[in-house]
């Protein structure tokens, strides 16, 4: 994705503010090597997807640290949409069932939000069949500013 492809997943009210942020985040070498891209990016959402190829277990199936990547990255673009930078803290997942598809759609929702933490869910889904849901804590890290 180039930086107006970026751009244009951005809700209207949120591009000039976070259009910048959200191409540094992408270019990410791990986001990269993953080939995740942006599906939208809103006030209350945000939404990834990651083709599957290559990322199999044994059974066929997802492998669980291909789900994993996908929510921690869901989590990473929607923690940092905000004025301070946040690692997270930690993450925990529950597997629903296994992923058989193309790719995997990760979509976020904020839980909680403090003056030094974060809490946000993340389902994954694949073949529109929700397939994991991930919480994630995220840490401020208020002696960083964005750039």
Known sequence: MNYEEIRDTIDVSLRDKLSE???????AQYT????????????????????????????????????YTIADNAFGF????GDI???ALSGSI?????????????VTSKVSDTNSVSTYDVKVYCNDKHIATATFVGF????????
């Open 21 to 27: 942020r959200m191409v540094w985040m992408y270019e």
């Open 85 to 87: 930078p946040q690692i």
């Open 140 to 147: 401020k890290l208020k002696d960083k500013k964005f750039q």
């Open 32 to 67: 990269r090597f993953n080939d995740i891209t942006i599906v939208s990016i809103g006030a209350d959402e945000v939404r990834l997807r990651m083709p599957l190829a290559g990322k199999m277990n044994s059974l066929g199936f997802a492998h669980g640290g291909a789900i």
């Open 78 to 81: 929607a923690a940092n949409m």
């Open 94 to 106: 529950i597997y629903h069932r296994p992923g058989q598809g193309k790719e995997l759609i990760a």
